[in-house]
Structure formats: structure tokens, C-alpha cells
């Protein structure tokens, strides 16, 4: 429970109960929380979610109780964890970093400024009309660990590369191999179906778009005279002009 005036950086942010009346008793309604997210708390963030954490995370935090006892909460959380990469499935690292704000306004009081604040404490955070999250309080303490976590969720990527980057070659779409394991090969090792080796390959709907020609750097270059057998389409090309009914 947060009591004291200021928190180590070192220290392991275990209890994150803030205390109204220790704040109200300090000259400055004032208090710094800073430390260490132990990366169970990190897990627990992302618990509906299929990232694990590499270790602790970190918080800094100013906490300021006005004299309407709305309390503002202040500062940066940052954790690194891991999740699947997108294309091998292989760990990706994701080095999340975060500002949060966040105001507390005690229980059942109108919000003049226009917001949405939240009478139910099972319904914590809101957006209110200056873009700072809002929230109910009720009682003499104010637990952050609920906010604190859904701001780390809220890190969790819409994709993420293992360390190979742009050049990870994903898995065979035919038998699920990990292509990068073929070394400069354009064919799977394990079931021998040639797999293409560019990165993320247009959707159907974009296929279709642009008459079923794969994506590329240049312009597609004016009808010509029929000249000969037309080179097989990669693998992914073939599946997708199936999907367009192409």
C-alpha cells in the first residue's frame, strides 16, 4: 500500500493501493511511484493474450490529489515480453514503452467537463472529452494494478517479426515447415511444394483488384503478343487466384 512519500526505483511495486489520506496529509497532495513491474504482474496483464514476459517491468508514476479529491495519476510504464512471430511463429520480442494518464473522480459525481466516468468499480476505465481516461473511486484507497495492466495490454502488437525481420520466410502453406530452416532454398525441404520467399503476399481481394497479378515494384507493362508457355506462379499466387476465382 502506497503510504510513503516516494518509492526506490529498484523496489518491486507489489501493493499498488494508493492512500488518499496519506496523500492528503502531505504538504503537496503528492507522492512519486516508481519500480519494478514483477513480470508476473506483466503476465497477468496479458493473460488473454499469447504474450510472456522477459522479465520485470517498469513503472514511474506521479500521483496528485487535487483539492476536488480528483486524483491524477501520471507517468510511463514500459515491460519487454514475447509474443509469436507473424510469419514462423517463432518468439518475437516486443519492447513495449507507454504514457498513461489517468483521473480519478470519487463515486457518483458528475463529470462537468463532459467525460464518461464510471460508477461501477468493475467498469474502471473510460475516455473522457480531453482524451484522460477516468475513472470511480470509492473508499479510502485507489488500486492502480487494474489500469496499469489493461495500459500494458493495450502495448500488445498487431504484428511482430521474430529477429530475423522482413527476411523471416514464414511457414510452407502446404505442410507447415518453418521455411527459414531451407537455407537459400526457393522448394520446402520437407514436402518439396516451391514456396515464394516474398514477404507477406497480397490478399485475394487484392489480387482480384489488380487482375490477379501478384504484387510489384513496377508497372505492369503493356499487352504483348503471346510468345510462348507462361512460367509457373508461385505457390501462394495459385491458392490466391483460386480464392479470387481466378
Known sequence: MLERPASAPGDALRDLRVSIEALASRDDRACTLEGRLEARFVDAALEDTDGRA???GKASLEIVLHADDTVRVQ???SATYEVPCARCLEAAVVRASTEVCVEYVPSGRNDAAGG?????????????????????????????????????QLTYPIRALCVRGERCRGLCPHCGRDLNSGGKQFSCVKCGARCSIAPDPPSASASAAIGGHGGSDTPDAPDA????????APAWKQQLRKLSGG
Not at 467498469?123 to 475513472?135: F, H, R
Not at 503478343?225 to 509457373?232: I, S
Open 54 to 56: 522477459r522479465g520485470d
Open 225 to 232: 503478343p503471346d510468345t510462348g508457355p507462361v512460367p509457373e
Open 75 to 77: 507517468g510511463k510504464l
Open 116 to 152: 464518461h466516468h464510471v460508477d461501477d468499480p468493475d467498469n474502471e476505465i473510460e475516455l473522457s472529452g480531453d482524451e484522460v481516461d477516468e475513472a470511480a473511486y470509492d473508499g479510502r484507497f485507489i488500486d492502480l494494478a487494474p489500469f496499469l495492466q489493461e495500459q500494458l
